[in-house]
């Protein structure tokens, strides 16, 4: 792992961003996983920058983590399924970082006025199938434990697609959360259909960015939820457009994300 100074994130809140762009540096990662070392190079800001260009740096881990993992085990003759247009995964209750929200929501703001209604009008239809279910409660309390896997069973049974898909394809695909990037399977595709499947065989996780960028969203944001359900994401973000100014230095980010993932 990188080695560096201990630091809080949370102390760095008050620094103003500015617009000028600063100097870039270049952080050599390196983590031991059961593939064998994967290493690679983080870039970050020294100045003060939003704390959600965080996320174009942890996806870069994420991925990384993840064709470590693919390569892994397709030596081992497990070669991975997932094939665009196989989208049973995108029926799932997937949750995203505040952080990740923000980044989506830039991700569709950069879609045509009418490609951003679409995703609007999914959501809006999304949300009134969980009020109707009576699952929008449970959801926004962010259930954990096994009363949070019976939400989640309950939300996969009602094959509600993410707002975001179209025609069984991302429309933001660049941009998805550490969430989606981490499911990979290396079984009959077939078998993502269908719940509480005991055939699905995922592909391992070496190191869980997703739970890494959760950590740096409750110490950044300690009065907000460290996790969103996808579908209530944007409109989350367009609720609390203060945090859009919350900033920290690019290098300490990128430190605390992998001090995080240990």
């Given at each position: 792992r990188l080695v560096g100074s201990e630091m809080c994130i949370?102390?760095?809140?008050d620094c103003s961003l500015s617009d000028a762009e600063d100097p870039m540096t270049e952080l050599p990662v390196r983590i031991n996983t059961p593939a064998g070392p994967v290493e690679l190079m983080l870039e970050a800001e020294e100045g003060a920058v939003h704390v959600s260009t965080l996320v174009p740096q942890a996806h870069t881990l994420a991925d990384a983590m993840m064709k470590a993992s693919a390569d892994f085990v397709e030596q081992r003759g497990f070669p991975v399924s997932c094939r665009v247009g196989c989208a049973a995964c995108c029926r799932h209750l997937v949750a995203v970082t505040p952080l990740e929200a923000f980044i989506l929501a830039d991700a569709v703001s950069a879609l045509s006025t009418e490609?951003?209604?679409?995703?609007?009008?999914?959501?809006?239809?999304?949300?009134?199938?969980?009020?109707?279910?009576?699952?929008?409660?449970?959801?926004?309390?962010?259930?954990?434990?096994?009363?949070?896997?019976?939400?989640?069973?309950?939300?996969?049974?009602?094959?509600?697609?993410?707002?975001?898909?179209?025609?069984?394809?991302?429309?933001?695909?660049?941009?998805?959360?550490?969430?989606?990037?981490?499911?990979?399977?290396?079984?009959?595709?077939?078998?993502?259909?269908?719940?509480?499947?005991?055939?699905?065989?995922?592909?391992?996780?070496?190191?869980?960015?997703?739970?890494?960028?959760?950590?740096?969203?409750?110490?950044?944001?300690?009065?907000?939820?460290?996790?969103?359900?996808?579908?209530?994401?944007?409109?989350?973000?367009?609720?609390?457009?203060?945090?859009?100014?919350?900033?920290?230095?690019?290098?300490?980010?990128?430190?605390?994300?992998?001090?995080?993932?240990?």
């Open positions: 949370r102390d760095r809140l490609e951003q209604e679409a995703v609007k009008t999914r959501a809006a239809a999304v949300i009134e199938r969980l009020e109707a279910t009576g699952l929008a409660q449970s959801i926004r309390a962010g259930l954990v434990g096994e009363q949070g896997k019976a939400v989640v069973k309950a939300y996969f049974a009602e094959q509600l697609a993410c707002p975001l898909l179209v025609d069984e394809v991302c429309s933001v695909y660049k941009a998805r959360p550490t969430g989606c990037r981490q499911l990979g399977v290396v079984s009959d595709p077939s078998h993502c259909a269908v719940p509480d499947s005991t055939q699905v065989q995922r592909l391992p996780v070496f190191v869980d960015v997703q739970r890494a960028l959760t950590r740096i969203s409750a110490s950044l944001f300690p009065e907000h939820p460290s996790q969103i359900p996808l579908p209530l994401a944007i409109a989350w973000t367009q609720e609390h457009p203060e945090l859009k100014t919350v900033g920290a230095r690019g290098v300490d980010l990128v430190k605390g994300l992998l001090q995080a993932t240990g």
